[in-house]
């Protein structure tokens, strides 16, 4: 994987943790409505580890958010 790819992984994950804070939820909970361990979730929000995650993992959890999820692709330069 190039430093391109990690980084937008580790973004990604970042607005995870964003939106999971600003909804109040905690890992576990999070975990629990988009039917993912908490340790996979934490692996994704934790940004000094590069874990991917697809695309309907992705929408999953946007739709728990109730945004889009192009919010969750939006990185900040």
């Known amino acids: 994987m190039n430093k391109i790819d990690k980084n ?3 973004q990604i994950g970042l607005k995870i943790a964003y939106y999971r804070k ?3 939820m905690t890992q ?3 975990a629990e ?3 993912l361990s908490p340790g996979y979730l934490s692996q994704v929000e934790t940004p000094n580890f590069v874990q991917p995650i697809s695309l309907k993992t992705l929408f999953a959890i946007a739709d728990t958010f109730k945004i ?9 330069d």
């Open 8 to 10: 937008r992984y580790i």
């Open 22 to 24: 600003l909804n109040g």
């Open 33 to 35: 409505k988009v039917e």
């Open 28 to 30: 576990e909970c999070l």
């Open 68 to 76: 889009p999820p192009y919010k969750l692709l939006e990185f900040e």
